[in-house]
Nanobody
Framework: QVQLVESGGGLVQAGGSLRLSCEASVRTFSRYTMGWFRQAPGKEREFAAAIAWSGGNTYYANSVKGRFTISRDNAKSTVYLQMNSLKPEDSAVYYC????????????????WGQGAQVTVSS
């Protein structure tokens, strides 16, 4: 069983930055591909970014590419999402996800999910 706890959400003005963190309670964190998804009110949950176990392979949705950066610290069992040049349309609840299969993460079929962190970008 893997528990994921997100932190770092909040309110920021358009053009600003936030960094989300997701800490996993699992001894074998380095075996998992980690991802971030987001869901805005009235919309379906969508993929934002993912990072493979080694950190060597990263994946981004076109909507965040060039503005968001995903990274991980396996020693701390933590994955990060650095969000720059934020736009009002980035406002959503951001969820952390984990799975040992990368395709499960990138397609939203991950086994484990966090409770979500609210990000609100004001115009």
């Amino acid at each position: 069983q893997v528990q994921l706890v997100e932190s770092g959400g909040g309110l920021v003005q358009a053009g600003g930055s936030l960094r989300l963190s997701c800490e996993a309670s699992v001894r074998t964190f380095s075996r998992y591909t980690m991802g971030w998804f987001r869901q805005a009110p009235g919309k379906e949950r969508e993929f934002a970014a993912a990072i493979a176990w080694s950190g060597g392979n990263t994946y981004y949705a076109n909507s965040v590419k060039g503005r968001f950066t995903i990274s991980r610290d396996n020693a701390k069992s933590t994955v990060y999402l650095q969000m720059n040049s934020l736009k009002p349309e980035d406002s959503a609840v951001y969820y952390c996800a984990a799975d040992t299969t990368t395709a499960h993460v990138t397609t939203g079929r991950a086994d484990y999910w966090g409770q979500g962190a609210q990000v609100t970008v004001s115009s």
